[in-house]
């Protein structure tokens, strides 16, 4: 299928995109154009104007500022994943990256791109709610930032208002003797995921857990985090018995649905599988943090 007939404008400029978006409403922003291009080929989005950001070089970077990593939203998803600075202080990122697509498709897709499409199953909009992210967003009315926690409203849809452009995604930095895992089930690698589970864990010197944060994908309309699994292990020394019990928790704060690919229960039981997983994985590397 070929998509409907639309115009086609290519800004050299955040201030001129936004005008653009401004004056067409029925516009919407060209990045990598992984996602936007097969649904207009399918018809599922039929934008009367596409504005091609390519061209504003100024949202392509990567850099560590205030203590932590900002992304312009340009930046396509294989440079953060080569990123040596993200490799070495979040890699997490660098690790869940390598499961979004493919190669070709990690060379033109873009962070922030896949952040406004906020697909549920999607792996960086679970990182920037696990990483407690912040994504600034511009308009004609000026700039404003909104937490990762507030930015993914349900499947597809997001805080962005009419006329406003994701510009930039900063993540904070780890603290120190935290360590991380990340787990997913899909039907095949590179697909979506069924179920993806990340985490953080930070112990003090006497081995008990800190701060714990778990993020889902693919167990909801939106990714999710786990609120009361994360206070089951805060101040507790870790334990397979908690783990497993942080299992049993994690089936009650998610409410997937069942498709053509997996039932709800399925999902569900991946979810704490997958979350023990990764938080093992964390614990480990948080113990060798330590020393």
């Not at 990567?62 to 600075?85: D, F, H, I, K, N």
Request: hydrophobic share 45%; charged share 20%; glycine share 8%.
């Amino acid at each position: 299928m070929k998509p409907f007939p639309f115009d086609y404008i290519a800004p050299t400029s955040i201030a001129e995109a936004v005008a653009l978006l401004t004056s067409e409403p029925d516009a919407r922003i060209l990045a990598g154009g992984q996602s936007l291009v097969p649904m207009m080929n399918l018809h599922l989005a039929q934008p009367a104007v596409l504005v091609d950001l390519n061209g504003v070089t100024s949202l392509n970077y990567v850099a560590e500022r205030a203590g932590g990593l900002a992304v312009g939203a340009l930046t396509r998803q294989r440079s953060l994943e080569r990123a040596p600075q993200v490799r070495q202080r979040w890699p997490v990122l660098t690790e869940a990256l390598a499961y979004v697509g493919h190669p070709a498709i990690r060379v033109r897709g873009t962070i922030g791109g896949s952040l406004a499409h906020a697909d549920p199953a999607a792996e960086l909009p679970m990182l920037a709610l696990l990483l407690d992210a912040t994504l600034t967003v511009q308009s004609a009315q000026g700039e404003r930032t909104i937490a990762a926690r507030d930015f993914f409203i349900g499947a597809l849809t997001t805080a962005l208002n009419p006329g406003e452009i994701l510009t930039e995604i900063w993540f904070p930095a780890l603290p120190a003797q935290t360590g991380w895992g990340f787990q997913e089930v899909a039907r095949r690698f590179g697909d979506f995921a069924l179920a993806a589970a990340a985490t953080t864990l930070r112990l003090d010197d006497q081995n008990r857990c800190s701060e714990a944060r778990i993020a889902l994908a693919g167990v909801g309309a939106t990714p999710v985090r786990a609120p009361r699994s994360e206070a089951l292990l805060h101040g507790a020394a870790i334990s397979t018995g908690l783990l497993q019990e942080v299992a049993r928790t994690i089936a009650t704060e998610i409410e997937p649905e069942s498709d053509l690919h997996a039932s709800a229960a399925y999902r569900r039981q991946a979810a704490g599988v997958l979350t023990v997983r990764a938080l093992h994985q964390a614990w480990q590397r948080a113990e060798q943090a330590i020393g």
